[in-house]
């Protein structure tokens, strides 16, 4: 055989893999054209939902009119195009994710995909929790805040007394309130993604415990910086962030534990665990301990 027929033999499987791929990409495009269009026809309520937690925090304050205005002509309809967007996204994501899957697991041994497809399950199931917690939780706290900023302009009374002061009122953009509701739930969502990025790389060996407590002191500051960044100059809310993601950190910690615990008793049952092994992960434990 020539070098000529071993070329074309080796290319036929990277074509097949090629169109495969093109195919699921087509029907992961298709799945969100038709989420986008669903979410198209119901942006209306879907927008009166995402301005429930600002509505909610000028009644508290009597305003009883929490009405958004539109800046730019156009911009009613980019309102619309934005929330098709995300709303087409999360319709399709399921959908996505199973071609994805579907694509992968050909690739891959009946042990792989055990420890694969929970993490696949897991993942949009932790991105929900954590825009949820910020939908119901941080953006209430957040337009409280901002909100205080505000000012109740009074006029001279008629005998002359007293001062005349401009109010200060909100009259927010639609697109600038959309675009800062979307940035707190992404960037929580992508926050509760922690403990599943750090079990699925401790499950393919990158992490180990012993190390994530190494480098703790090192995740607390770079927690604080994330808490400063994503969210508003609002101490509390800061504060919250702060506290559920280093908690999703000492959650990954103990994850990766159990991952490597139950590494160890599975090489132990198969006779290939040697104590140089266990010798490393006391070591690791003993640097985790000492850098906490």
Not at 104 to 126: D, Q, R, W
Not at 208 to 232: D, H
Request: proline letters at 4%.
């Amino acid at each position: 055989m020539s070098d000529s027929d071993d070329v074309e033999d080796s290319s036929a499987p990277l074509i097949e893999h090629l169109a495969e791929l093109r195919n699921r990409l087509i029907h992961s495009a298709v799945a969100f054209i038709i989420g986008m269009i669903i979410c198209f026809t119901v942006w209306n309520p879907i927008f009166n939902f995402l301005t429930h937690p600002l509505c909610a925090a000028m009644a508290e304050r009597g305003q009883d009119d929490c009405g958004l205005i539109l800046i730019k002509l156009q911009e009613g309809f980019f309102v619309a195009i934005q929330i098709s967007l995300m709303g087409g996204l999360i319709l399709s994501f399921p959908y996505i994710s199973y071609q994805m899957w579907r694509f992968v697991a050909p690739g891959l041994y009946k042990n792989e995909k055990g420890a694969f497809l929970p993490f696949l399950i897991a993942s949009p199931f932790m991105f929900i929790l954590g825009a949820s917690f910020a939908f119901f939780v941080v953006t209430p706290l957040a337009f409280e805040f901002f909100l205080r900023f505000q000012q109740l302009g009074t006029l001279a009374g008629e005998n002359g007394e007293g001062s005349a002061v401009a109010g200060i009122a909100f009259q927010g953009s639609a697109q600038e309130y959309l675009k800062l509701t979307i940035k707190f739930i992404v960037a929580f969502g992508l926050c509760f993604q922690l403990p599943v990025l750090l079990t699925l790389m401790g499950k393919a060996g990158l992490v180990s415990a012993g190390g994530l407590r190494s480098v703790r002191k090192y995740a607390v500051v770079g927690i604080l910086v994330l808490a400063a960044i994503v969210t508003p100059p609002d101490v509390i809310t800061q504060v919250i962030l702060f506290v559920v993601v280093y908690g999703l950190y000492e959650i990954s910690i103990f994850l990766v534990r159990r991952v490597e615990a139950t590494r160890e008793a599975q090489l132990r049952a198969d006779g290939l665990w040697f104590e140089e092994d266990e010798d490393e992960e006391e070591e690791e434990d003993e640097a985790g301990e000492t850098g906490a």
